[in-house]
Every structure is written in C-alpha cells, then in structure tokens.
C-alpha cells in the first residue's frame, strides 16, 4: 500500500502550479498585427532534488487590443536558479535580477541588468556593503524600475556596525606600536565593542532575520546604490513603488509601536500593527504621511493613468485577515459605481486567479478540486458586456476523473446562531472518489483550514486530491470566521473559538454523514495550525466520533503560547480580549485562554494522534505540540510524532511535506484498520 500511495502522490504532486505572469508591451510587427509577450513562472515539487523548482516559460498573444487572434507558448520549459525578485523595465527592453550564488563558499547577493541578448551589469551588493540581504518577501520586498528606467528600487536590512567584544585581540588600540598597523585599523570599518550578542526583534515567522528595512535605490549608469536616508526611525519601509515622473517614492511604513516602557510590553513589531502610506521626495528628502495613522494599509498600486494610489485598509489589531481585500473570484470592481460583475459565472472552474492585467488583458491561472492548474488569458470587456467574456486558453491540464467535488452550504441550527451575527451560513467542499458502487460506504476525512480567518477555495490541492484517488472522501469545512464571506463571519468567531467553530464542523460532518456514502465508523480528522487547534477540539469534544486524528503544528494552549509566539495579538483577540501593545494579562485572562483549548479536553482524548511539528516554527512554537504530545502520553492515548528539522510553521520543504503526507495517511489507514 505505501508504495502505490508514494506512486500516486509522485504522480500528482507533478501538476505546477502558476505563481507570477507579467505581460510585455504590444508590439506591432512588421505585417501590422499587434502581440505582446507573456512570461510566466511556476513552481513544483522535485521530489528527487527535494526541492521545489521554479520555472518560466514565454508565450506569445496575437490580439488587437480588444480580443485575442492568436496565441501560442514561444519556447520551452527553463528552470530559474538563484533569482530572489526579477522585473522586465516598463518598455519591455531590459530585465533587471536580483540573484543570489555561492562564490567559494561565501553567499553573495548581484543586482543584475539585461538588455535583450547580453548581461550588461552585475553589481555585488554584498562587497558594496551600503545594506545588509536583499528583502525578496512578499510583506516588504519589492524591485521596481523607474519610469525613466535609469534607476531600480528596492527594499534590504540595514547596514549594521560591526559589534566586536572588549576582549577581541587587536580591539586595544594602544597596543598598537606597527605604523602599518595603526592605518590598517584606521581603516577599518566602524566597529560597536559590547554588542556582538545583542538580540534584534524580528519580524517573526517567514520573516526570520529580517529586522530594519531600508529603502534602496540604483542608479544603474552611476553605479552608485543609495539608501533613503529620509525615513523616520520611527518606521519599517515596504512595499515601494514610484512617483509619476519620478520625483519621489510611495511606500508603506510600519509603525514602531511601543508601550509604555513601564508596563509589561507582549511585543511591539509585527506585521497587523499600524501602518500607512508615506511619499518621500527624492530632491528634498521630505517624507509626508499619505493616509491614516490608525489603521493598517497594504497593497497600494499606481493606477495606469498616474493620477491615483489604490490600497488596501483595515482596522489595527482585529482579527487577521478581515475584510480588506478581494480575492477567490475574478470580478470587476467599476470603480465609478461601485458595482462588482463577476467573469467567470458561466465557467466550471472551482476557482480563478488574476495573475495579472496589463492595458485590459488578463492572464489568471484557474483549477478546481479535480483540475491542476491552467493558464488563461483574455480581454476585459467594456462594461456591461461581461457575459461575453472569452478566454482562450495558453495551457490546459487535464479534469482527473477519479475525482467528483462540491460545494455544499450549511445553516447552523438555532440553537447554534450567533446573537451577535446572526443569520450566518457558511460552507464546506466535499471530495469524492468516482465511480464507487452505491453500496459502498467510504472513510471520510474531515478538514477544516488553519487560520481561523483563512478559506479552502475550490482549487487544486495536492493532498485531498491524492486522499480521493486512494479512496476517502474529504471534508474542507470553511466554518463561520471564514474568509470571503463577509466582515459579520470574520467577526463572529473572536471569542468564541474552540466552539462555534467546532460546532460547525461538527455540525457539516452531520450533515453529510446523513446524505449517505460515508461510513461513520471511519471518520477521522487532520488540519495545520489553528486547523489542529480544531481538530484537537474535535477529538476531545466528540471523543468516540473520531477514529483518529493528525495535526500539523497545532495551537494547544492559547495561555502558554502567548508568550512565545510571534503575534500574541491573535491569541488575545481570539480568545476575546481587544488587543494593546501594553495590556498586561490578569489571572482571568489567562484562565479564559485556557477553557478555549484543545488541551482542556485532553483527558477525554480516545483518538489516536499523529502529531508533525517544524523545529523551527516561531507561530505556533513547537512546545504547544509537545505540551500536548506529554498529556497524551499520560493519559495513554496512542501518539506518534514527526518532527521536522529546518522547517517552520508550514512544514512545506518538499521532504517535510511529502513525508508529512505519507506519514498521515498510512496513520489514519492503521487506525481505520482499512
Ligand atoms: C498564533 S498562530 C495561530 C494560527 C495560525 N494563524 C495565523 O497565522 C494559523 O492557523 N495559520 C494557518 C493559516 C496555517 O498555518 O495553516
């Protein structure tokens, strides 16, 4: 059996999937019809190199503007190696790589321009020494060209002085005799005696060593790399782009909240903290706020026409990911009216994404759960006509017929409304293997995503795919608090996590036990993070329900976990508690943190548990797996743990992943006794 599940995960975890498309400026040849090119970078498993691989292929799409006339890839597969962050120059004519190698053993980072056939520059920033690495994040990182294409922009650590101890040999100047001696020390760089241990926040998980942006910028003839120097303090830069005719850089600045130095601070950096737009003026090097000072903003772009910035904006310190950003459905927002059109009603497809849009033509990458990916482009169509939308399709992959999927919706019972947001539905997507015979009565795997403001959009995943083809059936619960279903959803879990949210699970695993095919006897339940937070309620709220239980990095104790992890706001603010850098936690507290989790119930646990943890995770930091690893143990419930080396929150290194996954189904098999 492991061989055969190995084989069919081997096979599937083949489909890549679309991570960038960029659309190059129309050109008109020389017979008069317009193109543009279309570059595209994926990414997949290399299951061998243990690696995940990126690649770019080009295409080429014959249009006139309004309609696409022909299409067509340009060329072969080629692997990208060693590129952090690339940008094609807005004419199309150069390509600028920030590129990282091992020279002589000896990491260095390169700025690099190309200009059609030839690498015509290759600055080391590392022997530059004006910053410290590159950002290439998706939170801060940024390479873009000026309009002018004379400069690149970007965001890397600062500069840090040397730190040296009191006691390094040659660190007494006096004893320096040798004249030679004396100029070499002179010209030495700055050194700080005392600070070689000194601890420097970070910006927590993915972001692990990344602790002071600074804005950077290359003037390419000169060579010269200037930081911004303008910048208050006060302030973490991100997420950069230029001003019309480049006078001066927008760009978002995270606040340094700080508490009152005398009370007990949680912590100040992190990324739902306060944030706003700023301009700095590259002649006068004056920084002016552009928005709010108390809420927090991303994503801010130049609109075509220069003329405005469009962002995103929520509230500080609520609930991750509320509402402040579009996304699951490609729709149109008429920004004139406010009306939003959805392109993509008449399609199949489970889900859509906009990789980009360039002078009204699309290009979206679209799968469902039975689809790996596809690559799609199309023309916007003028307003009103959005039932013509067509697509024409650059790369099709095939519909995996062993695989059926749906969505279905559920109303909590009355008795489980929320008084506070009532009327709520949410929903679940539900994975079945095809063609079984009606007799048959399937194992089910109940799902539900991590988060908890998170959502399971009906597109390709590996793991449930791969689950179906051996024969479950697979629940993703996307409970009340789930994204994409409005601001009300979102707000209706805080407080009330480690029920509501179990409840309706639990309540959708009912729901379709009772539509038949599945086997009560042989349900079990997995999920990441605030996921195995769930799925650890699960087992000790319903403890003679589930067969078995596999959590990756679960939230075990909100109380003991406030301390050590990265962003303490989400266990005050999901566990009830408005959020303040300077709040200092009472007894009661920390008691209601307690009764919302998964181990308050651990003394009811039967299920057997697989429990996988990432060594290095700073989210949910593995000592809450452990905690929960040791009462189990002594309750003597059957547990197993993996523990992963070199891994964060996600487990998503390709060994860690695939092994993950291998080890969780021949566990749930074992237990189900299949
Ligand atoms: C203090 S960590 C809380 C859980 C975590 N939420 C935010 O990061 C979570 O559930 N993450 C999900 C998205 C996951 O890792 O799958």
Redesign the pocket.
């Known amino acids: 059996i492991p061989d055969y599940i190995a084989k069919i995960y081997r096979e599937q975890s083949q489909y890549p999937s679309l991570s960038r498309a960029d659309v190059g400026p129309v050109i008109t040849s020389q017979y008069g019809g317009s193109y543009s090119n279309i570059s595209t970078e994926w990414t997949q498993q290399d299951l061998e190199r243990n690696e995940i691989v990126k690649f770019c292929r080009q295409y080429i799409v014959f249009h006139d503007n309004k309609s696409i006339v022909y299409s067509g890839p340009s060329g072969n597969c080629t692997e990208i190696k060693g590129e952090l962050l690339s940008q094609d120059s807005p004419s199309g004519e150069m390509k600028a790589v920030m590129r990282e190698c091992s020279i002589k053993g000896e990491e260095k980072q390169f700025l690099e321009i190309w200009h059609r056939n030839r690498k015509i520059k290759s600055l080391n920033l590392t022997e530059l020494k004006k910053h410290g690495k590159v950002y290439e994040d998706d939170q801060f990182g940024c390479l873009v060209w000026s309009h002018s294409e004379t400069h690149l922009l970007y965001v890397a650590e600062k500069k840090r002085p040397k730190a040296e101890s009191y006691f390094q040999s040659g660190s007494e100047s006096t004893l320096l005799v040798d004249e030679d001696e004396v100029m070499k020390s002179a010209k030495k760089e700055d050194s700080v005696k005392g600070d070689q241990f000194v601890y420097y926040e970070d910006w927590g998980e993915t972001l692990v060593t990344k602790a002071t942006p600074v804005l950077c910028i290359l003037d390419i003839e000169g060579n010269n790399v200037s930081v911004l120097e303008s910048i208050p303090d006060s302030i973490s830069p991100g997420q950069a782009f230029w001003a019309p005719n480049d006078t001066g850089v927008v760009f978002v600045g995270w606040w340094h909240d700080t508490a009152d130095a005398n009370s007990f601070t949680m912590l100040c950096v992190f990324l739902y903290a306060r944030s706003s737009l700023f301009y700095v003026d590259l002649t006068g090097g004056k920084c002016e706020r552009l928005s709010s000072d108390s809420a927090a903003v991303c994503s801010p772009r130049l609109s075509p026409d220069l003329c405005r910035i469009v962002y995103l904006e929520c509230e500080v310190y609520g609930p991750?990911q509320q509402c402040n950003k579009l996304c699951m459905d490609l729709i149109v927002v008429d920004t004139s009216t406010d009306q939003v059109t959805s392109l993509t009603s008449k399609s199949n497809m489970g889900s859509w994404c906009l990789l980009t849009i360039h002078r009204d033509l699309m290009v979206v990458s679209c799968s469902s759960p039975n689809c790996p990916p596809s690559l799609r482009v199309g023309f916007l169509p003028v307003s009103g006509s959005e039932d013509e939308m067509s697509w024409v399709t650059l790369e099709e992959a095939q519909t995996q017929p062993e695989i059926d999927w749906q969505i279905l919706s559920f109303t909590p019972p009355p008795e489980e409304d929320n008084s506070q947001y009532p009327g709520l539905d949410y929903e679940a997507i539900l994975l079945k293997p095809k063609d079984v015979t009606e007799k048959t009565k399937l194992p089910l795997i109940v799902n539900p995503?991590?988060?908890?403001h998170?959502v399971i959009v009906a597109e390709w995943l590996l793991s449930p795919a791969v689950f179906c083809s051996v024969g479950f059936g697979v629940l993703l619960v996307n409970y009340r608090g789930s994204i994409g279903y409005g601001q009300d959803s979102i707000l209706s879990l805080p407080g009330n996590v480690g029920t509501q949210d179990v409840k309706d699970v639990q309540f959708a695993v009912e729901s379709v036990l009772k539509q038949g095919g599945f086997d009560r006897e042989k349900v079990v339940v997995t999920g990441?993070?605030?996921?195995g937070f769930l799925a650890c309620h699960l087992i000790g709220q319903y403890p003679d329900f589930y067969k078995a239980c596999a959590a990756r990095n679960p939230?075990i104790n909100l109380a003991s976990?406030i301390g050590s992890?990265d962003?303490p706001d989400?266990?005050m603010v999901e566990a009830g508690f408005d959020y303040k850098t300077n709040t200092l936690l009472s007894p009661a507290m920390l008691e209601q943190m307690l009764n919302k989790s998964p181990i308050k119930h651990v003394t009811q646990v039967k299920a057997p548990v697989l429990l996988a943890l990432g060594e290095d995770d700073r989210?949910?930091p593995n000592k809450q797996g452990l905690e929960y690893y040791k009462s189990l143990k002594a309750f003597n419930v059957p547990v197993r743990l993996l523990w992963y080396p070199d891994n964060n929150?996600?487990l998503s290194k390709v060994d860690a992943e695939s092994d993950g996954f291998m080890n969780i189904v021949l566990w749930l098999i074992q237990h189900l006794s299949l």
């Open positions: 991750h995503h991590g988060g908890p998170s990441g993070s605030h996921g939230v976990m992890t962003i989400w266990c989210r949910v929150h996600s």
